[in-house]
Structures are given as C-alpha cells and as structure tokens.
C-alpha cells in the first residue's frame, strides 16, 4: 500500500482515533488555494500535459534540487540551460534517472506528495524504483492523454473552489481573459506581485518600469506618475479575480519617507543613480506604499522574505532563477516592520499576512506581533517547512501566543499542480494530529476541534484572502 | 467537565501513570511566588474585588491584547486612556464582549488559567461563552462579595507561602508598611526593581534622579552619592524582605568601565548630555554595579531582558504602558554578559538569574553559560512561553547541557492574583509530564523523578530566592 | 537496572516495537569514529589507566564544568593549575567527590553514557551515589589493572573498525608511528588539524610558522612556502591514514582572495602587522586554500564553526584551555560559506562536512545548503547537542529538507575513550526511535527504515568520510 489511511496521525491509539474523527469531518472540504504559482495557461488553453518527466520532474525544484546536491548533473534531468546547450532530451531516460534515486527522497515532503498523487490518480499500489521506473512512466504517459487528466478535468477532481496564479503587473493577463471568456466555471484568479517593478536589483528594473508607464498610460519616470501606475494596474488585476498582492524581498524592511525623500529616492533608482543601500530602501518605502493602496483598495498583502535567491552563481549563469539555489537568511520583523506597522498597524480596513523563512521568529517575533497589531495575521509554515515537522513546529510555536484565529490556514504555494491535493491533504492531516493531542491532553474540547479543524481547513483561508 | 485530571498528561498510558504518581506527590505543596506583579495593596487592605470585568479583563494584557488583535476597540474593553477619554463603563458589557470572544483563546494558556480559576474557585462546569456570559458574570460578581474572596483569604487558600511583588527604588513600600504592622501572618516581600533610576530613556529619569536624593538623603548628582543611593534603598527594600532585585532592560548588556569612564558616563546621562549609545551603555554598567552590590549584600540579580517594550506607538500615545505591545527581539548573551561575568563570574556570593524572550537562546547560550558559571541559574520560561509548549521546549532545550540543578523552579510573573494557582498546577504539571517520559524512556529513575519533581515544584525556588 | 535494555525508544508499544526490530539489526555493527579526540599514545603504548578519577573525572570537561557550576573548585577535583599550585592529589578524594554530585548529571547524555559504561564494562547494578562511592571506585580501580581494560584490549571489544584522532601538523605523529610499527591489527589514523598554523589568534601562531617551515622543509616566510609546507605535511598525515582535515574556526566565514592580496594579507598576519580583521579575514581565505588541496588530494573538509572558547577569563588565566568554558555563538553560514562555495560549490571531487553549534541554522540553511550543494553534508549533532534531545532535533530540523543522504552519520568527537561504545550506542538508539516514529506515522515503510538504520549507523560515515 503506497499510502496508509492513517499517515501522520499520532501513533498513540487514543489521540489517532480523535484525529480519525477530526479529518473525517473536513477531509471531502473543497480546496482553496489563494497563493500558488501554478500556470494559468493551463486552466487557459487546456492541453494535456506532455509526459511524465516534463510534468514531474523538469519543472520541479524540490525535485531536481535533491538529484543535485547527490551528484546528478541537472544536465542530465533536462533542465534547460540560458545558452541552450545540449541537455537530456529523452523523458523515459530522465524519469529512469529520478526513478533510481526515489529513496534520496526518504523522509521528506516530496516523497509524501508524490507517493499520494502516485496513489490517487494513477493507482499505483507499489513504491517506485529503479526497477518500476518504465512501468510507471508507462501507466502515468498514458493517463496524461485521457481528457480526465487535462487541467480542467483535474480542477474540478481536485475540489478546487478557487485558486490563485501570481503575475507581475508586466504580465498582460491574457490567460486570465481566455480563463474568464471560455465560459468554464473553474474560479481562477490573479494576484498582484510587483516584485519586477518595486525591486530596483531585479533583472532589467529600468526597462520594466518603462514597459509599466506604456502599459497603464503613467508617466513612470515620475514618483506620482509611477504610484498612479501601481494604483491602476491593481485595479485591472481585481478585474481578474485579484484579491491580493505579494512581496517576496530579501528582508521585511519597511520604511515611511517624507514625500520628498521618497521622490528624490525613487528618482536616484529609476535613474540607475542609485547609491549603496537605496535598492533596499525603496524597497522598503514600497511596501509602505502599498499598504497605503491597500487600506484604499482592500487588497490583501502578503509579504513573504528573507530568501537569499540564486545562492549558488555557476548554476545561476547556468540555468538561471529557481533552481532550488535558494538559501533562507536570517530575518527581523520587529524592528523592519516598524515603519509601516507605525502609520497603519492599527487600521481596520488593512489585512497583512506575513510569512518566514526564518523559525526562529516564529515564537519570538511573529505571534507576538500577530497576537497584537489588528492588520497582522500569520501565513502557513512556507517553502521548506511546508512539511509535517514543520506544520507542527509552526502551531506549536504560534498558538500558545497568537491563538488558531490570527492564521489564516493553508496555501500550498505551488507550482507542481498535481501536488495540490496531497499538500492540503497533509495539512489537514497535520492540523487534525495537533488538535488531538490538545484534545488527549485535554486543553481543548473534541467539538472544539472539530471547529478548529474546519476552520483551518477552509475557513480562514476563505475569509483572510476575500475568497 | 471544564478541568480533566489528567490534563497536560502525556497520552501514552504508561508515561500518563508515572506522570500521575509524580503529580499525587507534588500537587499540594505550597506556593513560592518569587517574582510576580501583584499590587501590594490588595494584601494590605484586603478589599473586595470590584467586579469581574475589573477583576480578569480591563488589567490583563494577555486578554485584551487577543480580543483587540481580531478587532475588538480596547475602549470597548473598558481600557483607561491617557487622557481619559471616553470608553466603555459598564463592566457587565464589558464582559459579554470577552465572553463573545472566548474562542479566540482556544490553544492559549490563558484559557487554561481561566478555565481553572472559573471551575477551580467559583465552581463552573460548562465552558464560558456567549450564551452564558450572564450566567458568568452573576455568580463571580456575587463570590466577590464574600469574605473567602478577599485577598488575604485567597491567599491562605491558594496556599502561598511566600509571594515577591515587584518595587520601584521611589517606592515607598508604604503597603508592605502596612501589611507588617496589621499582624497578618502573610509573607509578602518586595523586590528591588531599579529600571526608573537606571535606564537613563526611562519616562522621567532625570526627575527620578532627583527624588531618589530625596528619598535617599544621597546626594544623587554625583556618581558616588548615586551609588550611595542605591546602597540605602537596597538595605530599606531588605528591611520589607526583599532578596532579590530584578532587571529589565532592552539588552543584556553589560559594561565594567573605569572609576573615571563611569562617572563621566553619569555625569552625562544625569545631566541630559548623552550622546548615542550612552543609554545602553550606563544600563550595560549599572547592571555590573548591581552585581557589586549584590557581592555585597547578598541580593539575588534577575535579568530579564530582550522586550522591545511599547511597539505600538499609537497605543502607546493613547493608553500608555503594558498594552500588550512589548515584542521580545533578538538577545545576545555570550557576548553582552561577558564585562559582567570577567568581574563576577567565579564568585561564590553571588546568583543571578537569567531569563529569555528569545528562545533560541536557551541551547546556544543560556544552558552552556549556566552549566560552567557558579554564579548563573536559569530563571523558567518567561511571558509567551509560560505555557505548556513554552515549557516543554525550556526543559528540552536546556536540560541535556545544564541539567535541572542549574534553574530555579517556576515563578508566575503575574499581576492577575486569581490565576496564581493555575500556573503553578500547569508548570507542576508539565514538568511532571516531562520527568514522566524521561523515566518511560528509561533515561531517569522514577525514584528520582519524584524528588526531581518537589524540587522543581518547591525546593529550587525557595533556595534560589533565598525565601 | 543500571540500563534498561528499552532505553531511548518510543513509549508508545506500537513504535517502540519497530524501534525494537530495528536496533536489534544495528546494534552489534562495527564502530567507525570518524572524528574525535582520544590520544593515541594510548593505542601506542598499551599501557594501563591510572585510576578512577584520572579516568574519568580529571580529564572531562563534560563533568567538571557541571560540578564547577554548583560551586565544587576545581582543584578539588584534582584540575591541574597552569603554575602547578597545589590541587587535590588523592584519586579516591576527588571519586567521591564526583559520587556525591552524580544527582546534577539528572537529564543529561553525561549521565547515560557513564551508567552505559558502569554497567557494561564494570558490571554495576545500582546507580552511583556518596553511599557506593567506595565500592565502585574499588571495583574500577582493580579492573583498569587487569589486561582486558588495557586500550587494545577494549579497542577489540568496543569492536571498532576505524577510529581517528586529531593532530595538529605540527604534531610529529610519533605515535601512529609506533601503532603502524607495532604490528597491530588496529585501525587508528590521523586527521589534519591546521588551527595552530592557520590561527593567527592561536597561542604561539608566529613561532608555529617557523616550526611549521622547519618540519617541512618550507619557506614558510613567503605565501607560495606556507602553501606548499601545508601541501607536504598534508601528504604525510595521509601516510598515517588521514582522510579528513578539520578546522575549528570563530566562524564560518570563508574568502576568496586575489593571489595579491592573500600574500599581503599572510605578510601581515605573519609579521605581525595584522590590523582588525586581518585574523579573520585570514581564516576566512585559509578554509578556501584547504578546499582547494582537499580537490587535488582528496581530503575530506570538516568545519567547525562558532564556539567562543575560554570564555571565563580567570579559569583561563588559572587552568588554561579546555575547562569547560567554551560557549555557543551566533553562526552564519549563508553568508560565510558564500566566497568558498562560488568557487568550489559545484565541484565533484570535494567533500566538506559542516556542524554547528547553532541549532537555529539546521532548517534555516544548513540543511537548504546541503540539499543543494554537491559538495556539502551535514555532520551529526555536535558537542553540547550530541544527546537525546539535540539528535531528535538534528533529525527533525534537516531532513525534511536535506534527507538523510545528504548526512554523515554518528561521530563521538570524544577524548572520553570508554564512552565510545556508550555514544555510538545512544546515537543508533535516538535514530531508531525515529525512524520508528515516520514508520508509525507512515511516512516510510518499515523495509526503507530496516536500510536507513543500517546507513546512518555505519555505512554512510564509512563512505562520507572515505574510511
């Protein structure tokens, strides 16, 4: 049995049999995906997906990441290289290949996912290997090309009631527009990331900010004009669903300039006249500014920092972004949210939900922030800790301090689509394991739990992202 | 049923049996309040308490900072501003809109403190909640009348043997007068708590500084007669019983500077001359002066460090101190003490008490620091981790490195009287479930379990304080 | 029972019988010790332990920082002073002494190795106490005469199949030399060591280089002769077996200087004109020169990062180095490691094992490193972690996202010779237990754990560390 009816239930027979009862209960809830990275061009065009290397493991970080640092050239996985040199073209060989390193994945997360999407979609019963490995390309080759496998077909397996893609304000939204206009009932909306256009070290900002002035008709080459540009953009992404923005700087830092300072600033880094520690500050203005459209607009913000990207520069060069060179830093709320939290932390009409990298501000930072500021609430444990452990590190170092209510229950954050299930699957399965030990140590009630347990599931996801 | 008796137990049934025995052995052992925030005023006069608004919600910032994290006006909790505008007067609204709210501690220690304190004192069985606020409300508001809820009678019936509260050197400890010359066999003590005439960004230093001479007799311009001060207060805090004095400082800086250095360094702050850093620095400097006079005198030196006190400004402005807006932040030991422990590390008439905000502390530094020092112990987990999470993850993280003999008990670090006994069940508890899976795991004799268990229930506090 | 044959597995029966079966199939493999501190002149010379307390209290800071820290001196456990004052003399004293304060080592790995070792090689049914002092001291003490207690003797029964020590280069390895001599069959080698030559902080650093230059042959006045000197004497540890250096620096700070400035930079710190930061900064360019002679030669590179040693000035200054008084920092390795891994990070013949003793580094970048880099692999919990509870977390923290292949398995790191069997023995116990969890949870199958047991038990420090 590839998946047990009882994984990451407590072993303890008492508390496993009041988690039994709390996922029965929330288990069939539909799925709300408010932050993800999933293509929209799929719920757009529909086309089944190509094969079972170029769905699993090309495109996958998690994945590929692992193969690397065990001595698999990405090369040999298919990973496109910028200057196009010769890589594996052969899927079969390259899922061979992932196939005979199966057990690198023992313990981890990408193993629980992929077992289970193994398991429910395609049926497998046995644990891949190098020996299974044809067999399973064979089975998962074909079921790609029966139309229950195209992406709407999935979407709607899945119990998706809504899902969010995330977009640059660059992006023209056009796979949302074929989304709204194909008449499919499937609830796919945008979010507002503006990371290319606020982050003056990102890959061609100048020229992102010129795209941005011709795309909303503002005079970008001016501090009013390029504010005007966000506060349209913003609101032609609402027209497509948006109910959120996102922010994915190195650190939290939030700042709150005087109006001149932030024009002369904004004018030294969209002039490239920017000197040591300005990328930083604007940044940091940025989210300050956006907050401010938000308590007009209603958008959520989320704010996700503290990774060092591209850590690893010969694979950068390379390969390029998101090639699971990502490295966590430390990370300061306390101080570098001040600025902001000062001139909006006590807003009603603000909801800021912040997430880390970092564990250590779990306890010591983040739930004493949210357990106070009103416009403060606690993304799901992110990124690496979006795991078992790292679910159970992430309540059992929050709630003690800033209850269940100032979360906002799971994102799976993905963009391995086929993953979705698995991962609200072991979050609901991880929540209902920690509410029954609080209910088999008796600091909860069971009907408590069983609150809880929809909350979390549904609920608060629905409600903090306006879904 | 609103306590169960094996609440905070671990569920496996064999560690929830050795938890039992230890317990059985240690539960009704008196209290050692050691430090805690109780107003001396109620054990001096022993009026009744006003009414249960007055009595849980509108003084307990870890309840309205909750309710006002999702929302709720702290005007509507009847919270007293500044400038004393208008808030909500009525204490039975007052309680509807905390009982309305009852869910949002679910999780929380305050919930389990208040569940004991309502079941444990006045008698309820169902939980508290909307529906039943009324209900609540009449039958505290009626205990309150009566004799056995005065305090002096609270306090023989929570079994306090002894109890610190917490005094400003400007104090007058005219309450602790009282309590002495009115024959009541109660043991109440003070507790040295300099912050106002030594943290030079104290609201009002340099007035303090004068009245302090006035208090004093000490001519508190020069460094010398400042000293002289706090050697004279020390002895008059000792006359009340004080054993200890306590530190709260935003760092655990300290400084052993020159004769010459220091007096210029206080000629400065005291003159309103300070220049960056001088703040930090005289703090770093009197906390090794404290410990000085702690060689001197005997007086036992808490640390309580790490709190970005007042985070909120607007709350701040407008409702002033202890809102709930303290955020604990990063705190370094390892190098802050160092000035310190070159001076006084190896004495052997000196204890000092380290406490954290900062978790990740307590394996890195704190264990180690305390497993060499004769002179360091560990205070229990502090404020957002006085909890049953906060406490397991102590002991866990400190245990292997100090052992148990290198901390000092529990404290409750209260100023909420009603809830004393709540959290000293919950430490017994939880470091009897502690000792339990050690002796289940085989890695500790029950028979040293259970004296393990009196000494962390009573002995260690009573001999650290010296009470 | 001194030892209970269930020590350190899972309460719950269900998992502490998979724990069983899995132990039961690791539990007589072969011992490799990979890394740690015994003196091989006891391998060389064969001669016998002294006594009791010479064996096991006089030379372990494990035990005396502990007593030292409840106020016993350390001369009256027989610490030799730098200037030779006088010092407790009487073995039989000092036991006693140890007997009597056995209860402070409650809850700490200490305290399961030594009964582990009591029971195991002496025979001992009750725990040691002032009462049985005698009685045990007598019984040890006949036993160390007899020639089974000799070090060969117990190298064969503690059944270990390779043990390394740590040698500075410029240590004339005398020793091993007698061992390869002598026609034993045990396996002892050497590992490199450079700190004394690479330190400009280390004591004697400038008289280190020329005897460095002396014992090579070397120039070791010029940059290219100080490379080479480690070159050749690197070579000649491998003649003794050595397959690994190893560096103990601050910090984990690497640098990647120009040929130029790294020559500036060696003629300062050689001369003794090192400005601020050039010790540092001279580390920092050394760990890189290493990596680049580990890709030529094959050495494997441990760090060792983030201890702030002697940091009790007075014990220092009386006893010297090694008392116990070495404490955890704060370490960064996203930033530190950077400058050594754009050069090396992708290399396929280089190995560096990285510790920390910073617990907070584990998930925040340790194991996203190690999980990306082919050239990095986490070394087990260290020191003041190497303990039930810091290897759950070790586990916990890192292999969601490093696996358990991108670790090295168990090394002792031990001066303490006749703990090694009870080290190895807690090491496999605590990772038994937790693959028995994720079996009980079902996030690995029971034929998967069977195999991983066997890995981090032996295999996987075999291969890590080329042995």
Chains 1, 2, 3 share one sequence.
Request: with cysteine; aromatic share 12%.
């Amino acid at each position: 049995m590839l998946i047990h009816p009882d994984r990451l239930f407590p072993a303890e027979p008492a508390a496993r049999d009041v988690a039994r009862r709390l996922y029965e209960g929330i288990k069939d809830l539909p799925i709300i995906s408010p932050h993800g990275h999933t293509d929209p061009r799929w719920y757009a065009e529909n086309e089944p997906f190509l094969d079972p290397a170029t769905l699993f493991v090309i495109p996958d970080h998690y994945i590929f990441r692992m193969l690397y640092s065990q001595g698999v050239r990405l090369e040999d996985l298919g990973i496109p290289t910028k200057d196009g040199g010769a890589v594996e073209k052969d899927p079969r060989a390259i899922w061979r290949r992932f196939a005979a390193h199966y057990h690198l994945f023992r313990g981890t997360p990408t193993r629980t996912w992929l077992d289970h999407t193994f398991a429910t979609l395609f049926g497998f019963t046995e644990r891949l290997s190098a020996d299974n490995a044809d067999a399973y390309y064979n089975r998962i080759d074909e079921a790609l090309r029966m139309p229950e496998f195209r992406p709407r077909a999935l979407f709607e397996r899945f119990r998706i009631e809504a899902i969010a893609t995330t977009e640059s304000p660059l992006d023209p939204l056009k796979h949302h527009q074929t989304i709204r206009q194909s008449g499919w009932g499937g609830r796919v909306v945008t979010a507002y990331r503006p990371d290319p256009v606020v982050d003056p070290d990102f890959d061609g900002f100048r020229e992102n900010l010129e795209r941005f002035g011709e795309i909303t008709g503002c005079d970008t080459s001016t501090w009013s004009g390029y504010l005007e540009a966000h506060r349209k953009r913003r609101a032609f992404f609402r027209e497509y669903g948006a109910t959120s923005t996102d922010h994915g700087h190195p650190t939290a830092r939030t700042a709150d300039l005087s109006r001149a300072d932030a024009e002369a600033l904004f004018r030294r880094v969209s002039t490239g006249d920017a000197g040591p520690g300005d990328a930083e500050l604007f940044r940091a203005q940025m989210l300050t500014e956006m907050a401010a459209m938000s308590v007009e607009d209603g958008m959520v913000m989320q704010i996700h920092p503290g990774s060092f990207r591209n850590h690893n520069q010969q694979i950068y060069s390379r390969f390029g972004r998101d090639m699971g060179a990502d490295i966590p830093s430390q990370t300061d709320y306390v101080g570098a949210l001040k600025p902001l939290l000062d001139r909006f932390g006590n807003e009603r009409n603000l909801s800021v939900i912040l997430f880390t990298l970092d564990e250590t501000s779990y306890s010591r930072e983040l739930a004493p922030l949210a357990g106070h500021y009103p416009i403060l609430k606690l993304g799901p444990a992110w990124w690496f800790f979006d795991a078992p452990e790292g679910m159970r590190r992430f309540r059992e170092l929050t709630t003690e301090t800033a209850g269940f209510y100032n979360t906002v229950g799971f994102n799976d954050d993905t963009r391995a689509y086929l993953s979705i299930p698995a991962r609200h699957d072991v979050a609901r399965r991880v929540d209902c394991a920690y509410l029954a030990n609080l209910v088999t140590t008796h600091r909860l009630d069971e009907d408590e739990a069983h609150e809880l347990a929809y909350d979390l599931a549904y609920r608060l996801a629905k409600e903090a992202y306006k879904l």
